[in-house]
């Protein structure tokens, strides 16, 4: 039987990381089996499920390259199927009406009095409760509409879903689920519940310990590939020490036995360093256009340069990029002389005492110079520490925070030689009235 599995999402607008991640998961195991990957949107919810809810989300797997193999299916369209069964469930005595609160008849599914339940989880293993810990649970509500429960299985049911990976948020369910397809007399789907996506405290990853949604890190320019890859190792890992991955790879290594039942740590730093890795390896027109477009929005203008100019920045500034968001705030300096100085830097290098003697010396020395580079401005700088008796270091740190406004960045003499030599006169100058 061929392998047939779904995301499943109920869209709000925002699609949270551990929401694609499933989804990830499960294409991942649709491509590895050669099975079918279906998006079914459970839009039950009418006020959350807009348009451009749906709109978002399906931006988001296109983002990510996954599309569905079949048209998406859209739960809301499915209601009458889903009562049906339940009247079949109350005809067949597995589920029954009441009253519960007063406001019109419900359906309930009757669950087991007595016994075990119990299931094997492709993750997390065998996962059992007592019959007791469980009560009949409302299927379809007074209003005639039906709950998640009863929507969810049908709907595995009828779209001939094998496998439901899915977060683990939804164990608790699945004794339920599983209920229903008893009383639908169906064979149920192999359940896979991945486990939690927890912050640096172990707590549940949410809004609170950073960017949470898809649309967050792509809007901070972090690249699809990257997230891809990166979310497709919380939970799993290839069963050796690979991690970039390319996606052939990840499909060919991927099988749910490897996927892991603790907690998946998010981990930035990591992203942000596979982020890097990715953006290196990008055809080198499409950093250019990436850096000329970032830069636009934040206002700078790339055409200030001269070509030569535009790709000695790139030489520079490509290997210490790691994600496209940063290209502005590091770049700055090389095409405005309004940058922004880092508050902590101009405290530690430029107002210690003495600062100011220092830059203006080193702003003298630069303009005496027959030739203003590499060569030239290194030998500079280091006869006149040296002649200074306070070694090299206590200048270059102070010319780079008063060129550039910060403490890090490429190498300093590559960074004045293209800034050139009056621009790095003139602002060693001005930052004297910063310094100590
Ligand atoms: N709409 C549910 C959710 O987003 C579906 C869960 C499932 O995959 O069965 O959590």
């Known amino acids: ?116 339940l119990e299931f094997t989880d492709a993750v997390k293993g065998r996962i059992r409760k007592q019959a007791e810990d469980l009560q009949d649970f409302v299927i379809v509500r007074s209003d005639g509409t039906p709950v998640f429960h009863l929507a969810n299985v049908v709907d595995d049911h009828d779209m001939r879903i094998t496998h439901v990976i899915r977060g683990d948020d939804h164990v608790e369910n699945t004794f339920k689920h599983l209920q229903i397809f008893r009383a639908m007399g169906a064979e149920p789907p192999i359940y896979a519940h991945l486990p939690m996506i927890v912050n640096h405290m172990g707590k549940p990853y949410s809004k609170r310990d950073g960017a949470a949604f898809v649309g967050d890190f792509q809007a901070q320019g972090f690249l699809p590939e990257a997230l891809f890859n990166f979310l497709a190792l919380l939970g799993w890992a290839p069963g050796d020490d690979r991690e970039i991955m390319t996606r052939g ?72 990029t790691k994600i496209f968001g940063e290209v502005p705030g590091n770049c700055a300096y090389f095409f405005t002389d309004d940058f922004a100085f880092d508050p902590r830097a101009v405290e530690k290098r430029l107002r210690p005492e003495g600062t100011r003697e220092r830059l203006l010396k080193v702003a003298e020395t630069f303009e005496s ?29 102070p010319v780079r925070v008063a060129v550039s406004g910060m403490t890090e960045g490429p190498g300093l003499f590559e960074m004045l030689v293209l800034l050139g030599r009056e621009r790095v006169c003139a602002r060693l100058r001005q930052a004297v009235r910063m310094a100590g």
Request: net charge negative.
């Open 249 to 320: 790879e990840m499909v060919e290594a991927f099988d749910l036995d490897r996927c892991k039942s603790s907690a998946a740590r998010f981990d930035l730093k990591k992203l942000t360093w596979m982020n890097g890795e990715y953006l290196r390896r990008l055809p080198r027109e499409t950093l250019d256009a990436a850096f000329r477009e970032r830069l636009a929005a934040g206002g700078l203008d790339p055409a200030s340069v001269t070509d030569e100019v535009w790709n000695a920045i790139l030489d520079l500034m490509i290997p210490r």
């Open 369 to 397: 110079l027959p030739a203003f580079t590499l060569e030239s401005t290194e030998a500079a700088l280091r006869a006149l520490g040296e002649s200074m008796a306070t070694g090299i270091g206590s200048l270059v740190h």
């Open 1 to 116: 039987m061929s392998v047939r599995v779904r995301f499943a999402p109920s869209p709000t607008g925002q699609v949270h990381i551990g929401n694609i991640r499933a989804a990830i998961f499960n294409w991942l195991y649709a491509r590895h089996t050669g099975g079918a990957f279906l998006l079914r949107i459970e839009d039950t919810d009418r006020e959350r499920s807009t348009p451009e809810a749906i709109r978002t989300l399906l931006d988001v797997m296109e983002w990510l390259g996954m599309t569905s193999d079949e048209p998406p299916v859209y739960q809301s369209a499915c209601t009458e199927r889903h009562l049906e069964v339940a009247e079949a469930m109350v005809a067949a005595g597995t589920a029954y009406r009441e009253d519960r609160d007063g406001k019109g008849e419900c359906i309930v599914c009757r669950m087991p009095e007595s016994g075990r």
